[in-house]
């Protein structure tokens, strides 16, 4: 097996880990990371709008969902921002920051150019 960083990947890494050791410790025989409590991460996660293979599970009242696409190998994505930090408490344990800052989507809505089964032209 072939590691899949490259030679640049694994060299930015190493940057940003030496980055993170504390300016003040630097010098010691043992330096010490910066404390990472006050950070706030960020990342993006892609997710397909749906499966090819989906099961659903409908009471007797319920109608069967309809479920169009036009070519099962050309699936849609959408694409979330995620912010994150650390979970803050105060003194007597309690939650007073979840550390969830948001989730956005990243999508671009147009009305449609011509009109389908599914919807008219303009929606």
């Known amino acids: 097996m072939k590691p ?15 980055s993170m050791i504390d300016e003040r410790t630097r010098e010691d025989a043992v330096p010490k990371f ?26 007797p009242e ?21 912010a994150v930090a650390r979970t803050r408490f105060d003194s007597a344990e309690n939650v007073t ?5 948001g989730i956005w989507p990243f999508v671009k809505e147009i009305p449609a150019a011509r009109k389908s089964d599914n919807r008219p032209k303009g929606n």
Not at 62 to 82: Q, S, Y
């Open 4 to 18: 899949a960083l490259k030679e640049k990947n694994k060299k930015e890494r190493l940057e940003f880990c030496i």
């Open 34 to 59: 910066t404390n990472m409590h006050n950070m706030v991460h960020i990342d993006e996660k892609w997710f397909y709008m749906t499966k090819k293979d989906r099961n659903y599970y409908l009471l």
């Open 62 to 82: 319920e109608d069967v969902t309809i479920r169009a696409i036009h070519n099962t190998n050309c699936i849609g994505k959408v694409m979330f921002l995620t």
């Open 97 to 101: 920051f979840s550390g969830k800052i």
